[in-house]
Structure formats: structure tokens, C-alpha cells
Nanobody
Framework: QVQLVESGGGLVQAGGSLRLSCAASGRSVSSYAALGWFRQAPGKEREFVAIDSWSSGRTYYTDSVKGRFTISRDNARNTMHLQMNSLKPEDTAVYYC?????????????????WGQGTQVTVSA
């Protein structure tokens, strides 16, 4: 059974850092076409944050996090991470990791079949 479990969320002051982790089981992270991080703030739609596309060899970041967030994949530990630096209050949301076998439109949440349960990130001003 495929399972993704996030950890590392919490409360941090603006300007601080957090590192989210997503532990995969039931399948190797290297076998997915793409892995991603999405977030959803209260009253807003889920949006993509960062994508690691294994099939294309590219990473994608939403404009608001470019230069501050870094997505990475640790095949040996079957884990992926999201390093978040210079956090802002507007980064406050529930963060989800996700995995897909799709090779197109990988920034769309609709193509992701596997999801974690989410971890809360709260950035205080």
C-alpha cells in the first residue's frame, strides 16, 4: 500500500526556516514521474509550491517561493524534502506532499494520485 507521510511543520516567526519531510512507503520515490509539494490556506484553493519532475529532470516553483524554497529527493531514504527559508506570514497553510506517474501538467494537483495527510505551517509576523 502506497503511503506518504509529512512531518516538520510547525510555528515559526517571519524570516525563519522550516524543513518539511515526506516519507514514502509501499513504493520507491524514484519510481514516480514527479513528486510535489502543494499547500492550501484557509478559504483558498490548493496550489502547487514545488515540483520535482523525474521524467523531465526539471524542478518547478511557484513564483512566490522562488529563491526561498528548495525541493529535494533522497532516494536512499525514500524521502523528499522541502527546505523553506525566509518564511513569510503568507506562507501559512497546510502543506501536502504528493506523487504522480503523469509526465505532463505536473504543476496541476489533478494529476497527482497519491497524497499525504498534510502538515500545518504557521508563520507569525
Amino acid at each position: 500500500q502506497v503511503q506518504l507521510v509529512e512531518s516538520g511543520g510547525g510555528l515559526v516567526q517571519a524570516g525563519g526556516s522550516l524543513r518539511l519531510s515526506c516519507a514514502a512507503s509501499g513504493r520507491s520515490v524514484s519510481s514516480y514521474a514527479a513528486l510535489g509539494w502543494f499547500r492550501q490556506a484557509p478559504g483558498k484553493e490548493r496550489e502547487f509550491v514545488a515540483i520535482d519532475s523525474w521524467s523531465s529532470g526539471r524542478t518547478y516553483y511557484t513564483d512566490s517561493v522562488k529563491g526561498r524554497f528548495t525541493i529535494s529527493r533522497d532516494n536512499a531514504r525514500n524521502t523528499m524534502h522541502l527546505q523553506m527559508n525566509s518564511l513569510k506570514p503568507e506562507d501559512t497553510a497546510v502543506y501536502y506532499c504528493a506523487a504522480t506517474d503523469a509526465i505532463d501538467i505536473v504543476t496541476s494537483s489533478r494529476v497527482y494520485k497519491y497524497w499525504g495527510q498534510g502538515t500545518q505551517v504557521t508563520v507569525s509576523a
